[in-house]
């Protein structure tokens, strides 16, 4: 039976992508994307969009209802530099629209959920090189702790209530779709975007400041493989470690130099650096390849000439 899919916050970096490539795999008209504002000309009109407030439970079930939808992959969420700004905005923005979607499984009107957790739920007590999928996690940012707090969350709603959820820790994600959306590694994305506009790029991190990176078709494909897998194969429910690519800004940089050799890399750290160095600079996702068959395809070579050849040719 053909799924009927909510994306909540379909316009986002990972929304708009993943949107995309599950009308493409399940048809349009079964891929309802809805976000508190309208998104790009392509995701509006390939298929149903809908005006919802994460935030109202009313408006989301009567999305639900109106839709007959049975998976729900709720994307809205404040992310780490912007939840920093606003502390209570994002917590209540992320265990809100968390609680009104678990509720709705509870409740028997969807039937699986997908939610997604970060690299952000570690903290700097966390072993920082190939982070266990089992560890200490004592995050030190609002976002960290929203996405920890969601993890037991789901945990528990599967194990009291048997619903349906399953979820990844994503690292820093890159796109050439989407602009950055105020998170500590956007600065991954933003130097492909300088360096074709500028030729030179000022990091907001420091140049040896390694995160786990992956590229976007990467992570939809894990998005999309974690809900397709029988549930199961699906041992974990508070989230699994996903594992890409570790680099540094300078690493990146001279990956750019390759094809830009003039590109000129600068350093200023901010706020965002004490962020970073609490999360890990690599992962091991063992468990993920072992449970559900997950492995990564984007190495950083493969990524920045992708990222580069896309951007070039929409710059033209």
Same mark, same amino acid.
């Given at each position: 039976?053909?799924? +009927? ?10 929304? /708009?992508?993943? *949107? ?14 809805? =976000? ?8 509006? %009109? #390939? ?43 994002? &917590?209540?923005?992320?265990? /809100? ?8 499984? +509870?409740?028997?009107?969807? $039937? ?28 030190? *940012?609002?976002?960290?702790?929203? +996405?920890? %707090? ?25 796109? &050439?779709? *989407? ?43 894990? %998005?999309?493989?974690?809900? =397709? ?18 680099? *540094?800004? +300078?690493?990146? #940089? ?13 350093? /200023? ?8 160095? #609490? &999360? ?9 390849? $072992?449970?559900?068959? &997950? ?17 070039? /040719?929409?710059?033209?």
């Amino acid at each position: 039976m053909t799924p +009927k899919i909510l994306i909540i916050g379909a316009c986002g970096q990972i929304g /708009s992508e993943l *949107t995309m490539s599950l009308r493409k795999t399940y048809g349009n008209t079964n891929v309802v994307a809805a =976000d508190i504002r309208e998104g790009n000309e392509e995701l509006m %009109t #390939s298929g149903p969009f809908e005006i919802v407030n994460a935030m109202d439970y009313d408006v989301v079930r009567n999305c639900v209802e109106k839709h007959n939808i049975t998976d729900v992959y709720l994307l809205a969420a404040m992310l780490s530099a912007t939840g920093e700004k606003f502390p209570m905005k994002a &917590w209540d923005l992320n265990m /809100s629209s968390l609680f009104h979607v678990l509720n709705l499984a +509870k409740e028997g009107l969807i $039937k699986k959920v997908f939610w997604p957790s970060s690299i952000a739920v570690f903290g700097p007590t966390t072993p920082r090189e190939n982070t266990p999928q089992f560890t200490i996690m004592e995050p030190s *940012t609002v976002y960290g702790i929203t +996405k920890q %707090t969601g993890e037991r969350w789901c945990e528990y709603y599967n194990n009291k209530y048997g619903v349906d959820v399953r979820s990844i820790r994503y690292p820093g994600l890159i796109s &050439w779709k *989407t602009l950055p959306g105020g998170g500590t590694t956007d600065y991954a994305v933003d130097i492909y975007h300088k360096a074709i506009q500028e030729n030179k790029y000022t990091c907001f991190l420091s140049e040896n400041t390694a995160l786990p990176m992956m590229y976007m078709d990467d992570a939809v494909r894990a %998005t999309m493989d974690i809900m =397709d897998a029988p549930s199961e194969a699906i041992k974990i429910r508070s989230s699994y470690n996903l594992g890409g690519i570790s680099f *540094t800004p +300078k690493m990146i #940089s001279e990956e750019v130099k390759k094809h830009f050799p003039e590109f000129e890399m600068s350093y /200023s750290p901010d706020f965002r650096q004490e962020i970073a160095d #609490s &999360w890990p600079k690599s992962i091991d996702d063992t468990s993920a390849q $072992k449970d559900w068959n &997950w492995n990564h395809e984007y190495d950083l070579k493969k990524m920045t000439n992708t990222m580069l050849e896309n951007l070039k /040719s929409e710059s033209v």
